[in-house]
């Protein structure tokens, strides 16, 4: 049996890979899946029960488990998440809750017990993932894989801008800073750490328009879906 398709977008935080996937599902007509809020539901639903963020045991256990929905949104693109029956789509998106993502991540047997979650995001007429391991670990015979690219302090005033729009505080030094901080542990990690596949276009975004970028990966993959 033949899979349905699968484009990933790997990359740091804060790059764009989430506007880009949801660029290319609108135009394609594909699934996303948003990995990294897979690691935010699960870091939320530790701190509630206040589970240590240590304990590999409990955490793998827990994400085997998670009662989560992902319900899309389609007039705004956004995707509610509603964990246990109560809505944290926006808890989720706290600088806080990415932390504690990052800290969960870390952890093997969390990424094996996330792994059947999402492969089951691969259904017809395709899938586009965005995350840091889609491309080498997820789905390692993904139909065109994209690496994304930009420099922390891009990243950390694009973060600036999203939070701010939103009505969340921020402040670019503490931003900046976590981000830096995130890239090292997410990159140092001995399981599946953030780097580009062999086989990924990779796009520096630094100083270019999501625009530009979507017109470039469109471009690239026409000759192969
Ligand atoms: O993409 P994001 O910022 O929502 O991800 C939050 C954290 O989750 C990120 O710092 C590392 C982790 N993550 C991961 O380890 N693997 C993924 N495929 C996606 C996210």
Redesign the pocket.
Not at 34 to 37: M, P, V
Not at 130 to 134: C, K, L
């Given at each position: 049996m033949t899979l349905p398709p699968v484009i990933t977008i790997d990359g740091p935080?804060g790059v764009g890979?989430g506007t880009v996937m949801l660029r290319l599902a609108a135009h394609l007509g594909w699934h996303t899946l948003?990995?990294?809020?897979l690691?935010?539901v699960l870091a939320c639903a530790a701190q509630a029960r206040k589970f240590s963020l240590d304990d590999e045991p409990a955490l793998a256990e827990l994400a085997l488990n998670l009662d989560v929905q992902f319900i899309p949104d389609t007039a705004s693109g956004e995707t509610r998440v509603i964990l246990d029956g109560v809505e944290v789509s926006s808890q989720l998106r706290t600088e806080t809750t990415?932390k504690a993502?990052?800290q969960v991540?870390v952890f093997p047997a969390v990424r094996t017990a996330l792994l059947a979650r999402q492969h089951a995001f691969r259904q017809v007429p395709g899938l586009i993932a965005?995350?840091?391991?889609?491309g080498t670990v997820?789905f390692p015979d993904a139909t065109f894989k994209i690496f994304m690219t930009a420099s922390a302090e891009e990243r950390a005033q694009r973060r600036y801008k999203q939070l701010k729009e939103k009505g969340i505080d921020a402040n670019i030094e503490s931003l900046t800073a976590e981000i830096a901080q995130?890239d090292q542990r997410?990159s140092s990690r001995s399981a599946?750490p953030l780097k580009a596949a062999p086989d990924a276009l990779v796009i520096d975004t630094t100083g270019i328009s999501i625009e530009q970028v979507v017109a470039q990966i469109l471009t690239a993959i026409s000759a192969q879906i």
């Open positions: 935080s890979k948003d990995s990294g809020a690691y935010r990415a993502a990052s991540a965005d995350g840091r391991d889609m997820v995130r997410d599946a």
